[in-house]
Nanobody, 129 residues
Framework: QVQLVESGGGLVQAGGSLRLSCAAS????????MGWFRQAPGKERDFVAVIRLSRSDTYYADSVKGRFTISRGNDKNTVHLQMSNLKPEDTADYYC??????????????????????WGQGTQVTVSS
């Protein structure tokens, strides 16, 4: 397991943008698969986006495709989630997750919560209408 620390959440108006960051520990970051999930009050934790760092490929939930972008940061061991054209329904706690095993399964596998062995504490995003 690795330690994950999210940052960048906050309050934004509909149509606005936010960038979330996730800093990960570990010496084999290049082999990690990093994902973002979100959980609204009273709802399950849902997949948002994933990046396989060794291949630099990405995959998104349909609800965020074209509005959110997951990318590796220039800072060491960091992944970002750039969120644009935010909607009130994007309001949730956002969680960073990592698969640090190096197995690198097919990317669609990482839409499932149990694909990951490490989770951050979450950062809150609130989008006002």
């Amino acid at each position: 397991q690795v330690q994950l620390v999210e940052s960048g959440g906050g309050l934004v108006q509909a149509g606005g943008s936010l960038r979330l960051s996730c800093a990960a520990s570990g010496r084999t970051f290049n082999n990690y698969v990093m994902g973002w999930f979100r959980q609204a009050p009273g709802k399950e934790r849902d997949f948002v986006a994933v990046i396989r760092l060794s291949r630099s490929d990405t995959y998104y939930a349909d609800s965020v495709k074209g509005r959110f972008t997951i990318s590796r940061g220039n800072d060491k061991n960091t992944v970002h989630l750039q969120m644009s054209n935010l909607k009130p329904e994007d309001t949730a706690d956002y969680y960073c997750a990592a698969d640090s095993t190096g197995l690198n399964s097919g990317i669609v596998y990482y839409t499932h919560r149990n694909a990951y062995n490490s989770w951050g504490q979450g950062t809150q995003v609130t989008v006002s209408s």
